[in-house]
């Protein structure tokens, strides 16, 4: 409260205050026998992929060496063929019905942990042989199971993508478009009927969905982007030339010229809402060699006719008639997508929009309560609160 009382200046370069709140925040997170940090101790009591590969970054930015842990844990539960598991359930809690397996879930996630190695490596903590050797193998496992004729990673269910209530999933018959038409329990009720229509592989694996199939320019640059940091820590020329492929697939197949955006693809079920103007669909441009479309695609990010929000890019476009401010995935501002748009800036050299990105979240994260995401308009905790993926604002360097 102190915080919001003053000026955004201050708050902005406090930057001890921020290093302590966010340390506080990890540790108050952190289990000590388990060796990872719970999202939020009562709304999401076990371990998530993508968000253990974001904690083992903030780790690092606080020079702790809980990083390395961090990211062990995420990849210890792979599967044998490979699949890293979206989330390794802790002792009870919500959502552990997904897939035939007793410990973990069957789906996966973005495949964070290339990226994550090369931060810790960056930062002095390069991960062991064996470790990278696992996240190797995850993103093989993608390569291989999960690609389409046209090159493309797909997802078998919302929940892989990362964003699991976009308005882009909407013509899959997802309930909850509006906020008078949304109810948690029914949408949940929803994402596990999806889970009796996936078939799984021997080992568990999720392999496909008879009827959601897509996919999402969000999650193809993540896999690309993964491939690309691994190829570079490891100086692989196999890892890079994926990453290449996967990078031109997605712009041949997903640019969508009208929105100046990459859009989804519907393989099975879905339709048209597949090119909903998200705030994943400038994703791509962490890994496109079209500078022309990555700067069209982030240029929106600070736009305020599209995402440009005061605390933060809205995650729909704020003219859209489906963008609730307020909503999980469907307006709000997310701290992993935000740190993730500030690393696209930082590789296309765009310093000032990288920084004024960065103050913005700051600021949001503060305001917030350092909450799961926020209200973008006035910077509003919503979701969980505290979350820990909120301190990657200590990641997004000055
Ligand atoms: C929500 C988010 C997902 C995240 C999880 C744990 O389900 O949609 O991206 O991994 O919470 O924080």
Redesign the pocket.
Known sequence: MAHAARGADAVENDAEGLRRRVAALLEAHWDEARGYSV??PSI?PHL????SCFHAIVWAALDDPRALRELEATLDGQLASGLVP?MRYGDAGPDTWLGPLERTSSLT?PPMYGHAARVLADRGSRPADELLTRAVRGLDWLWERRRTELGLVYVVHP?EA????APRWDDWGAPGRTRADYDRAARTAWNKARMHDVTFAADGSAEWSSSFVACPAGFNAYVAFNLAELAELLDDAVLAGRAAALAEAIDEHLWDEEEQLWADLAVVGGGASARSPTSEGVMPALVTTDRARALAALRQLDDPDRFGAPFGPANVTRTHPAYDPDM??RGPAWP?LSYLFWVAFARLGLHDAAAGLRARTIRAAWRSGFA?YWNPEDGRGL??VP?T?AGLVLAMGA
């Open positions: 999202p939020n999401y998530w992929l993508w968000d979206h996630q929940w990362g964003n699991d209530h999980y995935w992993p799961e979701g969980a979350q993926w």
